[in-house]
């Protein structure tokens, strides 16, 4: 084998890996500097912005439920008339999404719908709330524990239907699961998150698409007093380490109260990691009678 046969089949082999074993100091400053600069010329504090070709992940934490999450940002993007698309790969199948979707637009409990155990003002708000969805450029997939190859035929093939601007990947958790059961098998575990985080990346930036990934945080810091942190994703920081933006959604200390009665609750949203904007909080309310989240942007 020649010199030149070497240098390609070593290059080939450097290539397999996800990144090379070293970082020059030089290109890291000078990344940062152009997100700095990105940060200031597109500067909107703690608002909610998306950037198409980038990675965004939703981490919730325990007694917060994802879905509701994931679907009252598609209902909000629907009714902004921005083309979106959402991709089950959990339990949700395509009636319980209509309902939910139902429910947060018409403002009657989920429970009344599933039973039909409705009034005749509250099917006239579900008429109502059914035209305007009808009007909504969105898109919605299930497929339980589906693989990565199948996310981005599913993407491509609803970008050729109806060009998107957001795609929302809900439960990500059934698709890294698939890999490897035995979490023994750590080293395997975090390389095999690291390759399907670099994916989903591509996939953002090849689609020139915002991807937004509806995760659950696997632990819970134990240090409640300074609030969510990226390090409570533990050994799974290959998840935030490959987002462009992390979001953090919890619930507030003072709200723990499980026979609370109230409607509405504050809850917590945490801009963590953001490389083309602020950090911080943004305000985000949940009606507890819908399940419907509510961002308060200013």
């Not at 608002?47 to 965004?56: P, T």
């Not at 992940?57 to 979106?84: E, H, M, N, P, R």
């Not at 507030?252 to 990691?273: C, F, M, P, Q, Y």
């Not at 602020?278 to 305000?283: A, D, M, N, T, V």
């Amino acid at each position: 084998m020649s010199n030149n046969q070497n240098i390609i089949s070593e290059t080939e082999s450097l290539q397999n890996w996800n990144n090379l074993p070293y970082v020059s100091i030089k290109s890291e400053i000078i990344m940062i500097i152009k997100q700095l600069d990105s940060a200031i010329r597109n500067r909107k504090s703690k608002v909610l912005d998306f950037y198409k070709g980038e990675l965004v992940i939703v981490g919730t934490y325990c007694g917060i439920d994802g879905t509701d999450f994931a679907l009252s940002l598609l209902k909000k993007l629907g009714k902004q008339k921005t083309s979106a698309a959402y991709i089950s790969t959990g339990s949700m199948d395509y009636e319980s999404i209509g309902q939910k979707l139902l429910s947060f637009s018409a403002s009657v409990s989920n429970k009344k719908i599933k039973s039909a155990e409705i009034r005749s003002d509250d099917l006239k708000k579900i008429e109502k709330s059914a035209g305007e969805l009808f009007e909504s450029p969105l898109l919605i997939k299930c497929s339980p524990n589906c693989s990565l190859e199948k996310l981005e035929f599913f993407i491509e093939e609803m970008i050729k239907e109806n060009p998107l601007e957001l795609v929302i990947i809900d439960s990500l958790e059934y698709i890294r699961e698939l890999a490897f059961a035995d979490k023994n098998q750590l080293e395997e575990y975090q390389s095999f998150l690291q390759e399907l985080m670099q994916s989903l990346g591509n996939l953002a930036k090849k689609n020139n698409i915002v991807l937004v990934v509806i995760t659950e945080v696997p632990v819970l810091s134990e240090n409640r007093i300074e609030g969510p942190k990226l390090k409570d994703f533990s050994r799974s920081m290959a998840i935030p380490n490959a987002a462009d933006m992390v979001l953090l959604l919890y619930r507030k200390e003072d709200n723990t109260d499980e026979d609370s009665t109230d409607v509405i609750e504050d809850l917590g949203l945490t801009i963590a990691k953001n490389k083309r904007g602020e950090l911080g909080e943004i305000p985000i309310k949940r009606n507890n009678y819908t399940g419907e989240y509510f961002f308060c942007e200013k």
